[in-house]
């Protein structure tokens, strides 16, 4: 059905309490990219807070090839999520009620090819959230309040720092680089476990740089020779400044536009 059309039960836990899990997939060419990874990640995280789900892989699969088949386009997203189901407002698990499942699927929004060459801004935030942001889940206040703060002082990005650290982005992962070093916060608990995060390392490996998952203070990345983001919707994306400190050059820098173009060329298979 058209997207405007769908309809949430007043009573869903997602909808009453946040209780669910999601994921954002994109395909390419029509074809999506490491859907296994994702579908291994949701079920992570929903085992991570006791939900079941009852749907196999390839079920989740058969969702978003249909999805992006009526949609039409060979460029898309699509984004499901998995609630604990309808029942009473309670604060107490159901008991014998089914999960429910939502799922759609629209074009990418991807940044410009000015911002690709210049880079985007992107301002520093309290890293205030809960201590289990490896879960992919739908409850983001946080997130939503902390990239608004980033917005309203003129970035494109908020930059989650925690003691000091720098540990993620508001909806993406967090590289510097530092002549042929790329470092990036390890994936623990206070970080999601990006699947364009965990491929970035890879095509930097291959490239030949010196990958480090280490914690990170913000001085280290206003220092940095480079700056970037990953993530579904960025793919690589380069760092103009920070806090409106000029990055390097101040726009996207020669290691970040060597690892977007490893990037693009896994994507379509010709990595």
Excluded at 32 to 54: Q, Y
């Amino acid at each position: 059905m058209p997207l405007h059309q769908g309809r949430v039960p007043v009573e869903d836990r997602g909808y009453l309490f946040g209780d669910g899990v999601y994921e954002v997939v994109r395909r390419y060419a029509g074809r999506f990219f490491r859907l296994g990874e994702h579908l291994a990640r949701l079920r992570a995280s929903a085992a991570a807070i006791d939900l079941a789900v009852p749907w196999t892989d390839a079920d989740l699969a058969a969702v978003c090839e249909t999805l992006a088949g009526r949609s039409g386009l060979e460029d898309c997203t699509v984004y499901f999520q998995i609630t604990r189901g309808v029942a009473p407002r309670a604060h107490a698990f159901p008991r014998g009620v089914p999960p429910s499942i939502m799922a759609f699927a629209r074009a990418v929004s991807a940044p410009s090819a000015a911002q690709r060459a210049e880079g985007v801004p992107v301002v520093s935030v309290t890293d205030d959230r809960w201590g289990r942001c490896h879960i992919k889940s739908i409850n983001l206040l946080a997130n939503v309040l902390a990239k608004e703060k980033a917005l309203e002082a003129g970035g494109f990005e908020g930059l989650f720092v925690r003691d000091g650290i720098v540990t993620e982005g508001t909806v993406s992962n967090a590289f510097g680089v530092r002549g042929r070093t790329v470092f990036t916060h390890p994936a623990d608990h206070r970080i999601l476990h990006g699947v364009t995060r965990a491929a970035v390392l890879e095509v930097a490996a291959a490239e030949g740089l010196d990958v480090r998952e280490e914690p990170r203070p913000l001085g280290d990345f206003l220092g940095a020779d480079e700056v970037f983001l990953s993530g579904t919707s960025v793919e690589v994306l380069g760092v103009s400044m920070i806090d409106k400190k000029p990055i390097g050059a101040g726009r996207t820098g020669p290691v970040t536009t060597a690892l977007h173009k490893a990037f693009v060329r896994l994507t379509r298979g010709t990595a």
